[in-house]
Structures are given as structure tokens and as C-alpha cells.
């Protein structure tokens, strides 16, 4: 009886273990998209919000993004297991293994969604609003007949939108009376588009073999190394010219850093070569002293851009723009 009950214990544990790991609450780090729109909104308002409302809406918000997250890594655990099975590291993932509870799974997918909801409605109903977005956003990505992860390009694009939608999150921690600017968002959807690709980039070549690639992932069917890092180019290319206008409209200061964010996109490109790297596995991102250099100093050197004026830089740019238009 003893060891029956022993026996017992052990299985519910090890399943509730396995759902909590379907939920990848390690990646909760994904959170860090958030804080731009925080900073670029606080700066946009000129810093006029109570402070003990900020951090409410900060705790309230971040609570709420975690668990609508989470809800969308249950789905995705759960109707990716077929193809996972089939990737020589994803095959002993809970669901695939067989240690999660299916009925179990998508009653976690619901009140995950449902929790993070409830708390969003607590900060503002565009947050509520932005949240839904990421959710539907999800179910997209993931859920026939649509599953636009299993297209060619879209399955990048449809689910690094995730990173402006993010940034909205952040802006309307702040405000929900104004909009950022659409250039700073198309570039944030550029540069997660950029981090995506890379991330598929990373997986296709260590499977090494198109055929075993296509029956894990569908779009691999259509991809190849060399498609990959073409669209990389075109998403980092994007990223930079939409960057660069917002800059160019908004914060003069900001084109200081760019030789900052230039590094961090070469680390990260680098890094996508190797097998099993970060870049696949983005949770470990933090693990990697040679990229978490570069993105501390570039984020430390853009948060500070955004609230130094720089005269002599706008100066200078606007005597050589007086300068060409008398030639």
C-alpha cells in the first residue's frame, strides 16, 4: 500500500511538473520587450504620472503579460508534439514524452488566458486590449486552419509582431492617451522579425537535412540556409531604416547607439551558427556573456539618449542640411 502511495505521488508530481514546464515560465525574460514602450512613453508624457501608479500598473501588467504568454507556450506545446518528435532535442519535451495530461493541457491553456486577462482589465482596457492581441496573435500562430507557423516568411513575421505588441503593453502601462510612433513599431517588428529568422536560421542547419527539417517544421520545406539569411538581411535592413526615421522625427540623441546595436546584431548572427545555441533556445540568452555585453551597454546608452539633448548634435545636422540645400 505504502509503495502504491509512493507510486501515486510520484506521478502527480512528475505531471505537475511537466504541465508547469509546458507553461515556460523560464521565459518569462521575453518580458525585457515590454520595457521600451514603458521608457519611451514615461518620456513621451514627460514623466507625468504618479509614481505609486506606475509601478502598480508595472507589477499589474507584467503579471497579466506572463500569463497570457504562458497560455500561448501551452498550445504551442501541445499541437507542435507531432513535429517535435521528429527534432533531435524537442522530442523530450513533456508533451511529446508523454507526461502531460492533453484535456489537462488545453483546461491550462483557458484559465492561463483567462487569469491574464482579468489582471490586464485591472491596468487600463488598452492593455486589456494589447493583451487579447498577443493572445489571438498566438492562436494564430499556432491553431488550424490557419497556423501560420507551418508558411513560408509569415510564420517569422506572424510571430515576432509579438515584439510590438509587447511594446504596446509598455506604452499603455504608462498611457492609454496616446500611440507611439508607427515607425518605432514596424522597427521593433523588424528587429524581432530579424531575431525570429535567426532563430530559424539556427534550427535548419543543425538538422542538416531538408527532409527531416520539413517534417519537423512545414515552412522548411520551402526554406534554405541560403533563403534564411537573405530574408535576415532584408528584416535587419528594415529594422535599421525605420529606426532610423524615428530618429531622425523624434530623438536626434538616439543615432549615438547605433554602433551598439550594430554589435549586438553581429553577436547575434555569429552566435546563430552554432548548434544548440541561444539563439535557438532564447531562454538561455542571458547565459551569453558575449551578446548580454553588448545589449546591457547598448540598453544602458539608449535609456540614457532618450532623456540627454544633445544641442551640438542637432546643431550640426541642421547646418549641413542649410549647407546642401545652398549648393
Request: aromatic share 12%; proline share 5%.
Amino acid at each position: 500500500m505504502s509503495a502504491t502511495l509512493q507510486t501515486g505521488q510520484s506521478n502527480f508530481g512528475d505531471r505537475l511538473r511537466a504541465h508547469i514546464s509546458i507553461a515556460r515560465f523560464d521565459h518569462v525574460s521575453k518580458n525585457v520587450f515590454v520595457l521600451p514602450g514603458i521608457l519611451v512613453a514615461y518620456r513621451a508624457i514627460g514623466g507625468h504620472i504618479e509614481t505609486g501608479l506606475l509601478l502598480r500598473n508595472i507589477v499589474l501588467g507584467m503579471i497579466a503579460c506572463t500569463l497570457v504568454a504562458c497560455s500561448n507556450y501551452v498550445i504551442n506545446e501541445v499541437l507542435d508534439a507531432a513535429y517535435d518528435r521528429y527534432h533531435p532535442t524537442k522530442k523530450f519535451r513533456p508533451v511529446p514524452s508523454g507526461r502531460v495530461n492533453i484535456p489537462m493541457a488545453y483546461a491550462q491553456w483557458i484559465v492561463m488566458m483567462l487569469l491574464g486577462l482579468l489582471v490586464a482589465y485591472q491596468v487600463s482596457g488598452m492593455f486589456l486590449a494589447a493583451c487579447l492581441s498577443l493572445w489571438i496573435m498566438g492562436c494564430i500562430y499556432n491553431i488550424k486552419p490557419v497556423r501560420t507557423k507551418e508558411v513560408p516568411y509569415l510564420d517569422i513575421l506572424s510571430e515576432s509582431i509579438n515584439n510590438p505588441i509587447r511594446m504596446l503593453m509598455g506604452w499603455y502601462m504608462v498611457t492609454d492617451q496616446t500611440l507611439p510612433p508607427a515607425t518605432l513599431l514596424v522597427a521593433y517588428w523588424m528587429i524581432g522579425a530579424y531575431f525570429m529568422g535567426l532563430k530559424r536560421f539556427g534550427e535548419y542547419r543543425q538538422i542538416s537535412d531538408p527532409a527531416l527539417a520539413a517534417t519537423y517544421r512545414r515552412s522548411f520545406k520551402h526554406y534554405t540556409e541560403r533563403t534564411l539569411l537573405v530574408s535576415v538581411m532584408f528584416y535587419s535592413s528594415a529594422a535599421m531604416l525605420f529606426f532610423g526615421a524615428f530618429i531622425a522625427r523624434y530623438r536626434l540623441e538616439l543615432i549615438l547607439a547605433f554602433p551598439l546595436v550594430a554589435w549586438v546584431m553581429a553577436v547575434y548572427l555569429m552566435i546563430s551558427f552554432e548548434n544548440d545555441s541561444a539563439v535557438q533556445n532564447p531562454e538561455y540568452l542571458h547565459r551569453e556573456t558575449r551578446l548580454m555585453i553588448p545589449v546591457l551597454l547598448c540598453a544602458a546608452v539608449l535609456s540614457t539618449l532618450m532623456f540627454v539633448r544633445i544641442p551640438a548634435l542637432h546643431n550640426f545636422f541642421v547646418r549641413s542640411n542649410f549647407e546642401d540645400a545652398q549648393r
